[in-house]
């Protein structure tokens, strides 16, 4: 048993395995079918909690107090000795329960990748390299007189990043083929010479994650083929309901299929886009009237948006074939963008049904030349925002709200505020989806009319 | 305008063909149509150069060679009216060729090699039909600089804004050279408007699609869209290695000495405002606005007026530096935002997508996609490379021949077919013998290790 106290003693490697597993092969243990289900509950808590954090636009420094957090309050045991079993199971089980699809293994990859580089962060230095090792990544550290070769860019590097401390001789750096640190490549937050990236000590938990993730993304995939050919029918009386259930609590409502509202036709769409689109459709929607063209980007955000709406696929032909033959004549509708409509609504290539885009899925968007989509409160500039928002009747007093939210990068507080602003009416779930968006929309709006009429 | 009725009209072009017979000589009138295009696919297209290039290696008698590897390769054929072909496939060089010559293509483009060969993907799930290798591409447009080129817009372009493409193949092969550590790289004019790169390294054909969108995002710094007037923000207190070294080393002289004045940056008063936007100080911009357009008045300077501009706005900034936290930058970032490449950043970020293949003809201009020496970028000339009736009236003046082989040695296209073979098909296939040389002996060894136990 190990007691912890005050005075930690340095870990040595095999301590450190248990405090931060890797979870590399599912653990031999005994587990009560009431400890499997409320051990995962526990873990998903955390799960959840850190997606909220994400969603909110979080720093790694608060990301990394809030993970702390969730831990302390969700992973601990009365038994510290359990808390490393505690922590093992709950991951297999959710293994089990996220494996079973594209969307959830996705979610929970990206999730568990997420915890798993909070957790490392915490860790010191030795800790880390033991880590490291433990997944085969034993880089030698990059030795004096290569350091001082190239000093100069490295100390360039520290210095385009705030709050990056500048190295000096008695940092360890690792040179590692740029290949495995992807993260750090894309944010131009290495040097990069010949193919080698320079990693400092800090920043080694993004070659760590890099490795976690890639793991766990192949580990999904075998999971959920073991669990259909060999777990869920012999396990149908007794683990199969508990792991079916468990993951639908928690990754929201789907939007592929409308419902609460049923349809809309295309005679309503210009009332309901002025009442209750998010500020992101209700600029797609404009542009389109204006230009009588969206780029790709547009039509896939506002496209996918309309299906979740309600509008039927006839429609939805008839809709985009309205605007654009204005500008490219019907004709090349028909031959170039009427395929894509049918696509997003599974008639086409690979047939799949597909969802429409998420708040996070809008704001990560990368909008370029020419493009209207995206998140306005991410990537308006500040003035083109406050217009906008102007146009939709926002208080001055509320638009310096949304706009302090904005500059927190707050974006979909800053939607949510929108919405409060818009409707004089509170919205307390916040803002997840655009169509949610619409559909709180409308439910305000109809129990007004119900009150009124 | 006539140019553009003869593309739209099929009667036009007909007319054209009798006059062409009509006349005497060798001239052969511009255009593009489908007779032209099958004497050049019959005896100019270099098939044998492409197969080779294509193939890696793979098509030689070596004991590693991987015979298959050619005929896993998509190529997909745009026909006349828009039938657009998808995943061809061909086993031999000489497969390649008849249905090129049978088809004759208006594009040719090229995909990645996949799993299974593309034409018989149907008979496999499609979980098996994935691609494993495609070389790392780039794509840039002209197109995307319209909001700081002021002499052509949309597809035109001309000699005064064609050094933005020049910048562009500067600064992205250096940084694939000096930090990714690549050597094989293909620059193609795409016969019209921009430029296509082929990375074609081993290390680059094998890279994840994560990996090539992380090196995208490390050339990523445009984030402008049509809602937010800051195309570039450089923040941090210096810039990273790579943008200090294509600042200093090409886009600071290419802004100062082509596109200043070129482009006029400064002439109006509409282009200096939107300069003017970009320095966040009220005083400077105040200051330098009374300036120009009282100096519009009474301009008697010999001197090029957008120089003189320019100089007083880098005097102002620079000694005010030291007072204005967010003027630090502010020159750099309006060269940046006048020079820097802009990439379409989905062609490089998946393997999947198709890249037009070098030596094809554009159908509006004529023009054949030739490859670019990066080395002598500056001299390329797009408005004189090779056309599809120039080269055959270079055919024509030699008479008519036995069938020769390399009957594009004695048109304008030869010296870009012996570029394309010493600067890039050579070395290449040099490599690709070697490293496949290099992994048989290691295989080699190991199996013999693994006897020996």
């Not at chain 1, 309050?73 to 089980?93: G, L, T």
């Not at chain 2, 911009?285 to 357009?293: P, V």
């Not at chain 2, 070098?358 to 000339?381: A, L, M, S, W, Y």
Request: net charge neutral; aromatic share 10%; glycine share 6%.
């Amino acid at each position: 048993m190990e007691i912890i106290g005050p005075h930690r003693r340095a870990p040595a490697a095999d301590v450190v395995v248990l405090t931060l597993p890797l979870y590399r092969s599912a653990p031999p243990l005994e587990v009560t079918l009431e400890d499997f289900e409320l051990f995962a509950l526990d873990r998903l808590r955390v799960l959840k909690g850190i997606s909220d954090g994400l969603s909110r636009g979080k720093k790694p420094e608060e990301m990394e107090k809030l993970v702390s957090e969730l831990w302390k309050a969700n992973m601990r045991h009365p038994q510290a000795s359990e808390e490393v079993n505690k922590d093992i199971i709950s991951h297999f089980v959710l293994r089990l329960v996220y494996c079973r699809t594209e969307d959830l293994r996705k979610w929970f990859l990206s999730m568990e990748t997420t915890l798993f580089r909070y957790r490392f962060r915490l860790q010191g230095h030795e800790v880390q390299r033991a880590l490291m090792a433990e997944f085969d990544l034993s880089y030698k550290a990059v030795s004096n007189a290569e350091f001082e070769s190239v000093k100069d860019k490295l100390v360039q590097v520290a210095r385009s990043m705030n709050h990056q401390p500048l190295p000096s001789a008695s940092d360890t750096f690792f040179k590692v083929p740029f290949e495995e640190v992807p993260e750090l490549v894309a944010g131009r937050r290495v040097f990069i010479h010949k193919g080698h990236a320079y990693v400092a000590m800090n920043q080694v938990v993004s070659l760590v994650v890099t490795q976690f993730r890639s793991n766990l993304s192949k580990a999904l995939i075998l999971t959920n083929r073991k669990w259909t050919s060999t777990i869920r029918e012999p396990e149908k009386d007794r683990l199969t309901p508990i792991v079916e259930a468990l993951c639908t609590s928690y990754l929201g409502p789907d939007y592929s299929q409308p419902r609460e509202f049923g349809e809309i036709t295309i005679k309503e769409i210009d009332q309901v886009a002025k009442s209750s689109f998010p500020l992101c459709m209700q600029h797609l929607y404009e542009k389109l009237k204006e230009d009588h063209h969206l780029k790709h980007g547009g039509r896939m955000q506002l496209g996918l948006f309309l299906k979740g709406v309600g509008l039927k696929l006839d429609d939805a032909l008839a809709f985009w074939k309205a605007e654009f033959s204005q500008k490219v004549g019907s004709e090349r509708f028909d031959k170039e963008y009427a395929y894509s409509i049918r696509h997003n609504y599974g008639k086409e290539g690979k047939r799949t049904d597909y969802t429409p885009y998420s708040c996070q899925k809008v704001i990560s968007s990368t909008p370029g030349v020419g493009d209207n989509h995206g998140c306005p409160y991410r990537h308006f500039s500040e003035e083109n925002l406050r217009a906008a928002l102007g146009k939709l009747g926002v208080s001055y007093r509320a638009v310096e709200e949304v706009m302090d939210k904005v500059r927190n990068r707050h974006y979909q507080l800053a939607c949510s505020l929108t919405f409060e602003a818009v409707h004089g009416s509170s919205c307390d779930a916040g803002i997840n989806h655009p169509n949610q968006y619409f559909s709180d929309s409308q439910k305000i709006l109809q129990s007004k009319n119900n009150s009124t009429g | 305008m006539t140019r553009e009725e003869v593309e739209n009209g099929r009667d036009d072009m007909l007319i054209d063909g009798c006059e062409a017979e009509q006349r005497l000589g060798n001239a052969v009138p511009d255009g593009f149509n489908v007779n032209y295009l099958k004497v050049y696919y019959g005896k100019l297209f270099p098939h044998g150069d492409i197969f080779k290039w294509m193939s890696y290696g793979n098509d030689g008698k070596h004991p590693a060679c991987d015979q298959s590897y050619f005929g896993r390769r998509e190529f997909s054929f745009t026909l006349d009216n828009d039938i657009y072909l998808r995943f061809q496939s061909f086993n031999s060089v000489s497969e390649l060729e008849n249905s090129i010559k049978e088809k004759c293509p208006f594009k040719i483009d090229i995909g990645p090699v996949y799993s299974v060969e593309p034409a018989k993907r149907n008979a496999y799930t499609p979980d098996k039909v994935i691609p494993v290798e495609r070389e790392l591409v780039f794509d840039i447009d002209i197109t995307d600089y319209d909001d700081v080129r002021y002499c052509c817009s949309g597809a035109d372009v001309c000699l005064d804004c064609w050094p933005l493409m020049t910048v562009a193949i500067k600064v992205i092969d250096t940084a694939l050279r000096d930090d990714f550590g690549f050597n094989h790289i293909l620059w193609v004019y795409s016969g019209r408007r921009g430029v296509h790169c082929w990375v074609c390294d081993g290390k680059a054909r094998r890279l994840t699609d994560e990996q090539r969108a992380a090196i995208a995002d490390y050339f990523r710094l445009y984030k402008g869209n049509e809602n937010n007037n800051k195309k570039v923000s450089l923040v941090g207190h210096a810039l990273h290695p790579f943008l200090i070294r294509s600042y200093t080393e090409v886009l600071r002289y290419f802004f100062e000495e082509k596109l200043l004045c070129s482009q006029k940056i400064f002439s109006t008063e509409e282009r200096f405002e939107k300069i003017l936007e970009m320095i966040p100080d009220e005083s400077i911009t105040s200051e330098l606005r009374g300036k120009w357009q009282e100096n519009r008045r009474s301009s008697i300077s010999k001197d090029d007026i957008n120089v003189v501009r320019w100089e007083q706005l880098k005097h102002m900034l620079q000694s005010k530096k030291q007072k204005a936290q967010g003027l630090r930058m502010c020159v750099e970032e309006i060269v940046f935002s006048y020079s820097y490449p802009r990439l379409d950043m989905e062609v490089s970020k998946r393997m999947n997508h198709l890249l037009k293949a070098p030596f094809c003809v554009h159908p509006k201009t004529g023009r054949v996609c030739v490859p670019i020496d990066p080395n002598c970028c500056e001299e390329f000339d797009p408005t004189t490379v090779p056309t599809l009736s120039k080269l055959l009236e270079e055919l024509n003046m030699g008479g008519l021949r036995a069938d020769v082989d390399n009957e594009w040695d004695r048109t304008s296209l030869g010296k870009s077919v012996r570029f394309f073979r010493s600067s890039f098909l050579q070395p290449l296939l040099k490599s690709c013998k070697e490293e496949m040389e290099s992994s048989y002996n290691s295989k080699l060894q190991q199996s013999k290790n693994s006897l020996s136990w």
